[in-house]
């Protein structure tokens, strides 16, 4: 600091910061650029916070995340004030994190939870979705620079090379003029290219970008098919499955083991309805329809094939218990999902019978239905804006709905009905970081296999893209997910592609070595680093970035929920109100009654 810090003075007088320009400003993101590139780490976050337009949250998370309480408060103190409702609301949390691991030291009750590092990650996603909805830190998010290009003002040894420049910074580029008389140069083969073709050419291999998990990390091997898979939220390379024969599989990616099992059971079969019990007579085979995590990962949903819906409770290592079990809808679960309003957590199912239905987590209780929509109900995705949660599905006629929910004042209302490209069945995915608008997705086929990714215009009920390269002959609905509000990857003709959510052409695709199903299911974790596939053979393989190969070199915590979680928001409501419950369904409780049967 002291041996850079007179010419950051220098320069920060020569710029003028009071009265800054276009082009001082970009100037002084130059600076920082250099800064960063030359090691100047602490310098350039003093810059960052004396200049206040750029904040590093990788920066803030980081303090977070190594207790560095006192570095994260100065920090913050440089974009706004204290008294500042975000500001605020972002050091309540932090010091709220502080106290109890303070308490956890301090107290014999609660040594017990030995989740600091779980509770520091939990208490970091609450600060950094307050600043990237604060109006005043929200632009200052993004860093301006491309600092893949670093200082490289010039490409000297351009053939065709194009002197324009309107910014600061975009390099000096030129647009490749393709002699199709020439042969192109050979590219290092890996499993993740792009293929590109151009009018009479054949096609041209172009590295997928490294923000892109393509380097085959693990290969896990389920008992079963995999029919839907999701990563925990928090404990990031948890894998949750669920299969054809209707099992559930807790995986640590890391180590590469299933470290909980629990195979299909009807827990209280007195409470279910006459015709599920025929019809589980009738037919006893069960598959997973949809799993999933709740958003903190207190709790994960199961839709099964038949009518059931249990809700477990996790609260990281080895034990799982039963939240609750219904007897949801008649026919088949299509699919779930979770979401918070007012502080009360919901499930949704949709199902055959038409009907869409939202759950309390917490005590069972149906909530509210929608009713007979004139069309079997096949996929469902809600969002919250401000006061309101949205619930958008799909029906197997090709139909796209939308409803807004008040919990406070118990009203349901329609507010649009589109149609769907295709008019077939359509999944649904919503996308949100915090740093660009909320984005809705749907993926469908038509009655003759053509398939269609779109991004959709909610408010207008239009859509805004058609991504292209998906197989045109599907008898199946092609499974897709999202990544860092930045990228759309489908499973499609057996291999997995990627597509620039901004761009409709295809970016790339990765064969994964061979071995995957023509439909492969797929799921990126939070963070975008790891990326599940399914395989034959009832595997799934684990695809990593360099970031998320670190992430799996990292020594296995074995952590829980701690103590300091536990007093946020839905916390208290994943676990059981009478304490004899949490022996009944977890992994210790099967085994004690197992001995005792033996015995």
Known sequence: MDSFGGTWRFLRQKMGFLGMSTINEELAFLVLQFLKEQGYDETAHTLEREIGFYFDMKYLEDMVLRGKWDETERYLSGFTHFSHNTISDACLWIRAQEYFEAIEKEHILYSQYKGTEVGRILMTDHVKKDIEADSLLSGKLKFPINQSNSWKWQHRHCIHPNPIINTLFVDHVFQPQYNLSIAQPAVKKSIATSLVTYPGQSHISVPIPDDIPKTLARTLNEESSPMSMDFHPVLKTVLLVGTCAGSIGLWNVSSGEKFHSINFQVWDIGACSTTFKEALLENPLISVNCIMWSPKGLFFGVAYSKHILPVFSYSGGHEVWLKLETDAHVGNVNDL?????????????????????????????????????????YSVCPCTKIAFVYIFSTFVDGKMKGWLYDNNNKFVQAVFDYDTPGLGCTKLAYSTDGQRLDLLFSCGANINGQSFLVEWDESEGTIKRTYRGLTQNSLSVVHFDTSKNQFLAAGDNH?????????????????VEGGLPEKPRIRFNKEGTLLAISANENRIKILATDCGLQLLQTPEIGARVPLSYIVYPLAIAAYPQNPNQLDRWSGKGDRERRRRKRD
């Open 337 to 377: 999902a979770f979401t918070v309003h007012h502080r009360q957590l919901l499930v949704i199912t949709c199902r055959s019978d038409n009907k869409t239905k939202v759950w309390d987590v917490h005590d069972g209780t149906n909530v509210f239905t929608i009713g007979d929509c004139g069309a079997a109900v």
């Open 495 to 511: 291999i997995v592609k990627f597509w620039d959510m901004d761009k409709v052409e295809l970016l790339g695709t990765i064969v």
